[in-house]
């Protein structure tokens, strides 16, 4: 059975990007199934991703076309006074149903909605119907909680309303007639959440954030309207209890917390109803973090991967549909020598050296076709960008004449952290005595700690190479003997490494960090590329930008500051983040009540 959650809050409480995010880490903290919906939808599970943006594995159902296609059309009519409701309401009634259908296709665990067609409705209704900012406004009579818990109870249960809510409450026949059509049609799209928590920001911070997106404002985002939400958000919560259960409803004041903060705080609140102790579960994950397999290999044969790529499904529902979005490119792979290389060891450190190395000779047609496949030249532009980010933080730490310490971790050939010492040195080779490099690998073809060695020494610099798996804690911990870091770079492997392993280690490197020191990583969203790896048989995980961002905000660094730069195609997305300094938050209420008194 799903629990179904509704993230609820006015415009800038943050609701779009935690129903977002929160399932990666829901699946990475639970060890559960976990999905979402708002602005697309996720289904997740702690060892890869079954359903994304553009990654629709197994099919989308109508209604989440719906949904999409929807919520477009309600946002080109946000100022439309009678178009904009009509559309939302369609659109949150689409996402609804795509909710129902998609947790029971998964069997996900727990399934995240950014509102919920039922209590988003009642929400924003007296915005749409008698705006506060609105020119001769009256201060008629508004319902309370009790009136609304009532109009639940007409609607969903066929009980009369009370004389003294109905004057207060708009005409419910048209709730009713939905909820009837689309329980005749079955639908499901009217139904109430088991959970709601309700992120609890004062109008006056919302209207900053909305104002600091650079984006046009709506006509209800202004001081006037988001008090009226807010008010009638708390109400809707109240009533939601009321009709359901006190503890089914949590408020969360988010004014002071961060995105990852935000998160922590739902998870805790979620927590009791999920029956799973989630430090228990992360004791376990650290213990048991160790993988069967070497990361970033395959153990998918030349020949196997040839049947794979000759079913029904692979050339239906992926080579054909997707011919003029690269995917012509794969079956040219078994005619290319670095095809075959990559066939046989898939993205190993000597796969990822010639795609690095793709300007240093010259190459025959397959070769070039392989080079040019979408994914590989998202990898070389991946280098470059790196190279960029990297050089300026080196030179800026090394002219204060102290020492740098850098941890690489999976290292590969560091062709990312090499080329810019290479480049600092031309200009000044005395510095070089002043870096500590200390690189991890599996280095499972044993290539690596010779070179590395070699490369540092003609260089100058100081190098430590720790075999092993770094998700391994004795590695890690090896690692650690070097720490503080000054820079830590961790690339290549957020798409292969399980949910748990990458908060595990998010968090590790964070502790490894000092205070001004910088993490550079990156993260994979899916195109083409991904179908073909669902169904020859990779399992990988996915982050946009925004969702990676939080779970290093969960992680303690500053998400709101990470620089972000993307490759020229849009799929490897590389970000620089700083530790978030530990604050206590100001004394007061807590960040999660479970009951509305004092608000």
Known sequence: MTLQVCISGIDGSGKSTVATALPGVLAAECGLVAGSASETFRVVAPDEDHLAPKFYPDGLPLAARLSMQLKRAAKRLVDHPTLYPAFKLLQMLSQDSAVWTLSRRYDSAVFVSDGNAFLSTTGRAANYLRAASAEGHSHVSAPDA??????????????????????????????????????????????????????????????????????????????????????????????????????????????????????????????????????????????????????????????????????????????????????????????????????????????????????????????????????????????QILVSQIKPELESRLSGGGEVRILTAPSGFAYDLFRPLEEIARQDADAMRRVQVVAGDLDPHGDLEGKLHD??????????????????????????????????????????????????????????????????????????????????????NYYTPEVYKAMLDYCGFDGLTTHLQSGRDGINHVLVAVPRVNRKLKRGAPAVAHTLAGK
């Not at 329980?183 to 600091?212: C, G, H, M, Y």
């Not at 799973?276 to 290999?297: E, K, N």
């Not at 990458?502 to 502790?511: D, N, P, S, V, Y």
Request: no cysteine; net charge positive; proline share 4%.
């Open 455 to 540: 490369r540092a020494r003609r260089l100058g610099i100081r190098l430590t190479f720790v075999r092993g798996d770094i998700t391994d804690e004795g590695v890690r911990g090896r690692l650690g003997e070097w720490a503080p870091f000054d820079l830590a770079l961790f690339v290549g492997l957020s798409s292969w490494l399980p949910k748990p392993q990458t908060l595990i280690h998010l968090a590790w490197l964070r502790e490894k960090l000092v205070d001004n020191g910088r993490l550079i990583t990156d993260s994979f969203t899916p195109e083409a590329y991904a179908l073909s790896g669902r169904y020859i048989g990779y399992k990988a």
């Open 146 to 383: 009790e009136d609304l818990r009532a109009a639940f109870s007409y609607i969903l249960d066929d009980a009369p309303v009370p004389e003294n809510s109905r004057q207060k409450l708009p005409s419910l026949r048209r709730g009713k007639l939905i909820y009837k059509l689309s329980n005749l049609l079955r639908f499901q799209a009217a139904w109430l959440p088991d959970i709601v928590v309700f992120l609890d920001l004062s109008p006056e911070v919302a209207l900053t954030r909305i104002k600091s997106r650079r984006q046009k404002i709506d006509r209800h985002e202004n001081l006037a309207d988001l008090n009226q939400a807010r008010e009638m958000y708390l109400k809707t919560l109240e009533a939601f209890q009321k009709y359901h259960a006190p503890e089914a409803a949590h408020r969360i004041r988010v004014d002071e917390l961060t995105v990852g903060e935000t998160i922590r705080a739902v998870i805790e609140a979620l927590e009791p109803h999920l029956s799973v102790d989630i430090r228990s579960r992360r004791a376990i994950s650290q213990l048991g973090s160790r993988l069967s397999s070497p990361l970033g290999t395959t153990k998918l044969t030349g020949g196997t991967i040839r049947g794979k790529a000759s079913n029904l499904r692979y050339v239906f529902r992926y080579l054909l549909p997707k011919l003029f979005s690269g995917s012509w490119r794969e079956p040219m792979f078994f005619f290319s020598q670095l095809g075959r290389l990559f066939l046989k060891e898939g993205y190993s450190a000597n796969v990822m050296r010639v795609i690095y190395d793709r300007d240093e000779e010259q190459y025959g047609l397959f070769d070039r076709i392989f080079l040019e496949y979408s994914l590989h030249r998202a990898v070389y532009d991946r280098l």
